[in-house]
């Protein structure tokens, strides 16, 4: 490029226009080019080199490249960077051009798809065991509709919410991007803004009936205006992205908010369900129970622990199925090994779909479908097949003719590149069969005039060689040439290079034209099988997508099975009523963590009912609070995905809404104020917990002083055991709180135990009933390894302190007679409204000064001031 608007610098501008915020591949033969602030920030991004090429407006022009060959790995950083590639390549040879536009004229080039983290089809850019999902959402009149797919399997899904659950909704769909109307001013951060128009009801329904060739959506499930709008505004999206070829998108899903159990953001980062606190996989739930032996179970895995259940049938559905593979163990152990064996379905068919499938892609749809027809027959002999198994046992037959069409015309192992070609089956297509045996007999004929040509020139080194530039050709050591160069020799002098010399020959170009003549018929003829059998595989991929979700879902019951066999696990009993009673409950992230230590896992119980709700637990740090408090929320999440729990027995009522809640010190990663952040949340599950749902609040209070602590860790225990009246546990260090159990009935008291120990702290993890005797906090100081000294000092100290309390009745003196929560509040909103009333009866322009002093004092006398 040089400086003012050459044409490619025109071009190039125009094409940048068009690529918006997303950085823009510029196609240059073997490269993809960056330039000016794009060229910036892909070469820190990726860590290569910046350079300049030619000027522009007097200015270098910054430049950095990726060659096109290894364009995925740095395709893969970029967008887990947070970048969107628009990809522009050349649309025409420059042989092209030149017949166009003459031998100046500049290759045409075009945007020919963006890509971007919700729309990634390439195995090489996607995680193997999680979905990737591309969710769109806007407002309707007062409700949130959200539509959400995931493109490498088509799967989609509409639903709608209140506008305040929308957060919580889209952490549960966890999508890698979201798209949003512009000006929708609730719409979350970083999503991305598109055209309003795009979010339009009627054009949402249009394009599903089209996409899908119905006249209604009716069979597909109800769907509402927001929903439809929602699918309009992500279609629109992916119709921008793809450049008009829609990705696979599989008839939609109608999902109703409350057919699964609630859960917000901070309750799925807390409980650490797919990542752990520290990011990633390791430590996490799902890490800890996964024993899915393909991607896709993986990542139904993921779905089903983001979305457990709340009909009890669909649950008992799933338990059965569980149950049953884990009873027959022989039979889990063949199925587990011929599911193993099985390429990913769900992902090839989405690669083909979109386009971008290679000839290995129909061989993986070949060999997967074979695969479920052989698990199928395999499952459809026995006895006694759980429902589920039974529906989903169609699902996966049904593509005998696909699967021998594809037998037939593919090689057992084809390749991802087709421009090679060697991938439809010989004995598949005569006429192909014909060209290949062409194309081999001069391969011969070459390989027989390589020795002809040594023979007659008596040049031992020859070599007839090929190249992408010359094609076939002569090579001999410079110090051999000259026979070849003699005149009448039949040779041609080509190129002369360092040390040899290069020919050409009569009857090697007749040969060489031969082959290219003949590879160039057979690649044509490839290349149309090669579009037959795609469409062949797009016309059932409604039925493919089934077969891969029910191959999936039988992974994540024999996973679950495995599990549950190797640790000990039990089938969980979900009940319709509102106890929650867990023997013997264990925390599978913690307990192998421990196993791994050789240390053993002390299980515990917990007993929730109506009339006892509450637990408040206390004890000393470390003693195993928390761990207790998140595996009874995690034996729940597990029970309503339909999986089994670490427990000797679980009875659980069935919980609509889960929240888990942890004291401000341990969240310090976070940027608010840690413990705003603690009290926005605690505020949240104030408004929203009911009867039915169960929360966990971990050291609630602890992110301030310890007088605010304790104050709001009392009034939140006691709203949530007078308003709320949800299942509770409730760790806490505040003794002080133990006095709440005079005035809630259905408030009681326990405590993880520990003992001292000649001198030392023992915790035994062992939770008993009754309030904790004493905090143990320097023992554990002790334990922690602070020094002698300095303990010998807090024991002075804290003698002095306690004496104190014995004197004054201690922190929460005095709060024996403060009335409950709701009488407190009611008393203090009907004084107020006396004081408003009498207030609003005033009438100040007719009041004489020394009137008005005396109804000011009177006011104060009445607001006890
Ligand atoms: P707390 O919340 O009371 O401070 P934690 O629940 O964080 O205590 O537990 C601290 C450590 O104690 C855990 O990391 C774990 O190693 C161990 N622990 C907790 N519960 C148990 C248990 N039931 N059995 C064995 N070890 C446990």
Redesign the pocket.
């Known amino acids: 490029m040089t400086s003012g608007a050459t044409p490619m610098m025109a071009q190039y501008l125009a094409l940048r226009e068009e690529a918006g915020d997303c950085l823009l591949f510029y196609r240059m033969g073997d490269f993809f080019e960056l330039f000016f602030e794009d060229a910036r920030t892909a070469s820190t991004i990726l860590d290569i080199a910046l350079t300049t090429r030619g000027e522009h407006l007097g200015q270098p022009i910054p430049m950095c490249g990726v060659p096109v060959h290894a364009a995925e790995s740095y395709l893969a950083r970029l967008i887990k960077a947070g970048c969107r590639v628009a990809i522009a390549e050349q649309v025409e040879t420059p042989a092209e051009a030149k017949k166009r536009g003459g031998s100046k004229a500049l290759v045409a080039r075009d945007i020919v798809r963006f890509v971007t983290a919700g729309t990634l089809t390439e195995e090489a850019l996607l995680e193997p065991r999680r979905a990737n999902v591309l969710a769109a959402a806007c407002e309707l009149r007062g409700s949130v509709g959200i539509a959400a797919c995931d493109i490498s399997t088509g799967r989609m899904a509409l639903e709608e919410c209140a506008p305040e659950r929308l957060a919580a909704a889209l952490a549960r769909l966890g999508a890698s991007e979201l798209v949003v109307p512009e000006g929708w001013e609730a719409g979350p951060e970083g999503a991305i803004r598109r055209g309003a128009h795009e979010f339009s009801a009627d054009g949402g329904e249009a394009r599903l009936k089209g996409i899908h060739g119905v006249a209604t959506l009716d069979g597909f499930g109800a769907f509402t205006r927001s929903m439809l709008a929602a699918a309009g505004g992500l279609i629109a999206y992916l119709d921008h992205v793809g450049r008009g070829a829609l990705p696979l998108l599989l008839p939609p899903e109608a999902r109703a908010g409350d057919a699964v159990l609630a859960m917000d953001e901070a309750t799925r980062a807390s409980l650490e369900i797919l990542e752990a606190a520290q990011g990633g996989r390791r430590g996490s739930l799902i890490d800890a129970i996964d024993r899915c032996v393909t991607g896709a179970g993986a990542r139904q895995l993921a779905e089903d622990l983001s979305a457990p259940l709340m009909s009890r049938a669909a649950i008992a559905e799933r338990l059965e199925l569980v149950e049953w593979l884990h009873r027959h163990a022989l039979l889990r152990e063949d199925l587990r090994a011929a599911l193993r064996a099985l390429p990913d379905v769900g992902r090839a068919l989405g690669r083909v779909v979109a386009g971008r499938g290679s000839p290995r892609d129909l061989g993986q749809l070949r060999d997967g479908l074979a695969g479920a027809r052989r698990v199928g027959d395999r499952l459809a002999d026995l006895e006694g097949v759980p429902v589920l198994l039974e529906r989903l046992l169609p699902d996966l037959a049904g593509h005998g003719a696909l699967v021998d069409h594809f037998e037939r015309a593919l090689v057992p192992a084809p390749p991802t590149e087709r421009g090679q070609g060697g991938y439809i089956a010989s004995g598949y297509d005569a006429a192909l069969d014909e060209l290949r045996v062409m194309s081999g007999n001069a391969r011969r004929a070459i390989a027989a005039l390589e020795a002809k040509y040594r023979d007659e020139t008596g040049v031992a080194a020859l070599k007839i060689k090929h190249n992408n530039v010359l094609g076939y050709f002569i090579e001999v050591p410079q110090r051999h040439a000259d026979r070849l160069l003699e005149a009448e020799s039949g040779f041609s002098h080509r190129q002369t290079m360092a040390g040899a010399m290069r020919f050409n020959a009569l009857a090697l170009h007749e040969e060489a034209a031969r082959i290219t003549e003949a590879g160039a018929h057979a690649l044509a003829a490839e290349e149309s099988h090669f579009e037959a059998l795609v469409a062949e595989a797009v016309a059932s991929r409604q039925a493919i997508a089934l077969t891969a979700a029910a191959l999936a879902r039988i992974d994540v019951a024999a996973g679950q099975a495995e599990r549950a066999a190797e640790g000990n696990w039990t089938r969980p009993q979900v009940v319709d009523g509102l106890s929650l009673e867990i023997e013997g409950g264990r925390h599978p992230v913690?307990e192998a963590a421990?196993k791994a230590q050789g240390e053993r896992?002390?299980a515990?119980d917990c007993r929730l009912a109506s009339h006892d709700r509450l637990w408040l637990i206390g004890?000393p740090?470390?003693?195993?609070?928390?761990?207790?408090l998140r595996q009874n929320a995690l034996i729940v999440l597990l029970a309503q995905a339909g999986g089994f729990v670490p427990a000797r027995s679980a009875r659980i009522g069935l919980v609509d809404r889960l929240f888990s809640r942890v004291g401000a010190s341990d969240n310090l990663a976070r940027g608010r104020s840690t413990f705003m952040v603690e009290m926005v949340e605690t505020a949240a599950i104030l408004a929203q917990a009911t009867e039915r749902s169960f929360v966990i609040l971990d050291e609630v209070g602890r992110g301030t002083s310890t007088y605010d602590g304790l104050a709001l860790a009392w009034a939140v225990a006691e709203a949530v055991h007078e308003t709320n009246r949800c299942r509770c546990l409730f760790?806490t260090h505040y003794h002080e709180l133990a006095r709440l159990a005079e005035t809630c009935e259905a408030l009681s008291l326990h405590h993880?135990r520990a003992r001292e120990w000649k001198g030392d702290l023992v915790?035994l993890?062992e939770l008993a009933d009754g309030p904790a005797d004493r905090s143990y906090g320097l023992a554990v100081a002790r334990l922690a390894g602070v020094p002698p000294k300095v303990i010998s000092r807090a024991k002075s100290v804290l003698d002095k302190l306690e004496k104190g309390r014995a004197e004054t009745g201690g922190l929460a003196a005095g709060l024996g007679d403060l009335p409950l929560f709701v009488a407190a509040q009611e008393a203090r909103e009907e004084a107020c409204d006396t004081l408003r009333d009498t207030l609003r009866a005033l009438d100040v322009d007719a009041l004489s000064p020394r009137d008005a002093l005396e109804i000011l004092y009177d006011l104060k006398r009445e607001a006890g001031a």
Do not use: C, Y
Not at 621 to 628: A, D, E, Q, R, Y
């Open positions: 913690v421990l896992f002390v515990n004890g740090n470390m003693g195993g609070k928390s761990t207790f760790a993880v915790l993890h």
